[in-house]
Nanobody, 121 residues
C-alpha cells in the first residue's frame, strides 16, 4: 500500500502560480511512476502530467504543456507540480497517483484525496 496526501491547493488569480505537493508513505515510493490528474465539476478525471520512477521521463497534457512542471524527490518520497500562468479553466480538484507510467487513470493503483485549485479571472 502507498498512501498519498496532496497539499498546496488554494485560490489564485489568473496568471499566478501554485505549487502542489504530494507526500507518500507506506511502501517504497521510488519504483512507482507518478501522475497528476484533475477533475472539474461534471467532468471525468483527466490527465495532467506524469513522471517515471527516476524523474528522467515526463509527459504532459497539451493543455498544460509549457506552463506546468512535474518533478519528484525520491529521497523525500514527494511529488510536485509547479503550475504557472494559471487560467480559470485550470480550476479543478487535483489528484496525485502512483502506478505505471501513462496517461490513463487505470494505469495508477494508488490515489490521494485531492486538493482544490481555484483560479479566478
Amino acid at each position: 500500500q502507498v498512501q498519498l496526501v496532496e497539499s498546496g491547493g488554494g485560490l489564485v488569480q489568473a496568471g499566478g502560480s501554485l505549487r502542489l505537493s504530494c507526500a507518500a508513505s507506506g511502501r517504497a515510493f521510488s519504483p512507482y511512476a507518478m501522475g497528476w490528474f484533475r477533475q472539474r465539476p461534471g467532468n471525468e478525471r483527466e490527465f495532467v502530467a506524469a513522471i517515471n520512477w527516476s524523474g528522467g521521463i515526463t509527459n504532459y497534457a497539451d493543455s498544460v504543456k509549457d506552463r506546468f512542471i512535474i518533478s519528484r524527490d525520491n529521497a523525500k518520497k514527494s511529488l510536485y507540480l509547479q503550475m504557472n500562468s494559471l487560467k480559470p479553466e485550470d480550476t479543478a480538484v487535483y489528484y496525485c497517483a502512483a502506478g505505471l507510467f501513462g496517461y490513463r487513470p487505470s494505469a495508477y493503483n494508488y490515489w490521494g484525496q485531492g486538493t482544490q485549485v481555484t483560479v479566478s479571472s
